[in-house]
């Protein structure tokens, strides 16, 4: 499999040679998706605190702390921005303090199978609005920096399949079987 960061690299080498690079001001589209991407950020970190202040499975608190880390990096990237281009930040949640997972009582606290799926439909949602905003927009920085959010997001999310699969907590929708065909015969 590819390294997402090195198709990231190329991907936005390609970008950059299309256009001069003229920083033109934000248009109302690329403003308001670096506000509502600052603002998603900001709820999936305190989700993430959660996880790490409630799990006790050394792998997944490690993949908890690399999405931390990741998602502080686009929090502050996005935030130089917003505040370059004169863009007001949202309100966001206090960080969470840290605590001992097993002090916490069980019903008072979700599971890791809770915790991944969740995590990892922000994931997901954050990789799609990475898209959608990074084709929308017209500057270069803009649009490079949503293409290397996404990618960070999409490469969080295959580490957190991973996980899930191997512990059992991944979420599968049922197969589709179209009307009238076996579910083991392949229509050519």
Same mark, same amino acid.
């Given at each position: 499999m590819p390294?997402?960061?090195?198709?990231?690299?190329?991907?936005?080498?390609?970008?950059?040679s299309l256009t001069d690079n003229h920083k033109n001001p934000l248009h109302?589209?690329?403003?308001?998706a670096c506000w509502t991407y600052y603002?998603?950020?900001?709820?999936?970190i305190m989700h993430v605190e959660v996880g790490l202040n409630t799990t006790s499975d050394s792998k997944l608190k490690k993949l908890f702390e690399d999405s931390y880390k990741v998602m502080k990096s686009h929090q502050k990237e996005v935030s130089e921005l917003m505040r370059q281009e004169g863009i007001p930040?949202?309100?966001?949640?206090?960080? !969470?303090?840290?605590? $001992?997972?097993?002090?916490?009582? @069980?019903?008072? #606290?979700?599971?890791?199978?809770?915790?991944?799926?969740?995590?990892?439909?922000?994931?997901?949602?954050?990789?799609?609005?990475c898209s959608a905003s990074a084709s929308e927009s017209l500057r270069t920085d803009v649009a490079t920096m949503f293409l !290397?959010?996404?990618? $960070?997001?999409?490469?969080?999310? @295959?580490?957190? #399949?991973?996980l899930m699969q191997t512990k059992g907590w991944l979420k599968v929708p049922p197969f589709y079987h179209p009307p009238g065909g076996s579910p083991t015969e392949s229509k050519s």
């Open positions: 390294n997402v960061g090195s198709m990231f690299q190329n991907a936005a080498s390609i970008i950059e109302i589209g690329e403003a308001m603002s998603f950020v900001a709820s999936a930040l949202s309100n966001t949640p206090e960080d !969470k303090p840290e605590s $001992d997972p097993n002090a916490i009582p @069980l019903g008072a #606290k979700f599971t890791d199978d809770e915790l991944t799926n969740t995590i990892n439909i922000n994931f997901v949602i954050a990789a799609n609005m !290397k959010s996404q990618t $960070d997001k999409l490469s969080l999310a @295959l580490k957190m #399949k991973e």
